[in-house]
């Protein structure tokens, strides 16, 4: 027994679903300026909708990286903002891209079942904001595209 087995034994009594990984895949988009976008989909727990027994509640997290080239970065438009409006100053609400690669990473569930989810991304909206390395800072939307099946 793993030190977070008697944790998860607890948690799973609790009605949650766990996931464990087999596969873990990125995908991965490139934006007109080059930059690309990595998108890493991290699968938490599922919760069981209570009147349809084999219908979920998916819970995750996303993680999204840019990959901004050398030439695009301007360290010298950092500047600390006490309180950024993020969604409230975009300088670009669509800014194009084409997917690179997109790839399902794949769970084992504590019910049986196995899942596999691909992040997909939505809408990609650059704000006037730059990193202390000088990247843009850009918002993203990021959808999972869910497949259960039988263990």
Same mark, same amino acid.
């Given at each position: 027994?793993?030190?977070?087995?008697?944790? +998860?034994?607890?948690?799973?009594?609790?009605?949650?679903?766990?996931? !464990? #990984?087999?596969?873990?895949?990125?995908?991965?988009?490139?934006?007109?300026?080059?930059?690309?976008?990595?998108?890493?989909?991290?699968?938490?727990?599922?919760?069981?909708?209570?009147?349809?027994?084999?219908?979920?509640?998916?819970?995750?997290? +996303?993680?999204?990286?840019?990959?901004?080239?050398?030439?695009?970065?301007? #360290?010298?438009?950092?500047?600390?903002? #006490?309180?950024?409006?993020?969604?409230?100053?975009? @300088?670009?609400?669509?800014?194009?891209?084409?997917?690179?690669?997109?790839?399902?990473?794949?769970?084992?569930?504590?019910?049986?079942?196995?899942?596999?989810?691909?992040?997909?991304?939505?809408? @990609?909206?650059? !704000?006037?904001?730059?990193? @202390?390395?000088?990247?843009?800072?850009?918002? !993203? +939307?990021?959808?999972?595209?869910?497949?259960?099946?039988?263990?």
């Amino acid at each position: 027994m793993g030190p977070d087995d008697e944790i +998860n034994q607890v948690i799973v009594k609790m009605g949650y679903v766990l996931a !464990t #990984p087999r596969v873990q895949h990125s995908s991965f988009y490139k934006l007109i300026d080059g930059t690309i976008i990595k998108v890493v989909m991290l699968l938490n727990f599922l919760i069981p909708i209570p009147p349809k027994p084999d219908d979920y509640d998916v819970n995750t997290t +996303n993680i999204v990286s840019s990959f901004v080239p050398s030439e695009k970065r301007r #360290p010298e438009l950092f500047a600390p903002t #006490p309180n950024p409006q993020f969604d409230k100053d975009i @300088v670009d609400d669509d800014v194009e891209f084409e997917v690179i690669k997109e790839n399902f990473s794949v769970y084992d569930l504590t019910n049986g079942l196995v899942v596999s989810i691909k992040p997909v991304l939505g809408q @990609v909206r650059k !704000t006037k904001y730059y990193s @202390v390395q000088g990247e843009p800072i850009y918002l !993203t +939307n990021v959808s999972p595209i869910v497949k259960f099946k039988k263990g």
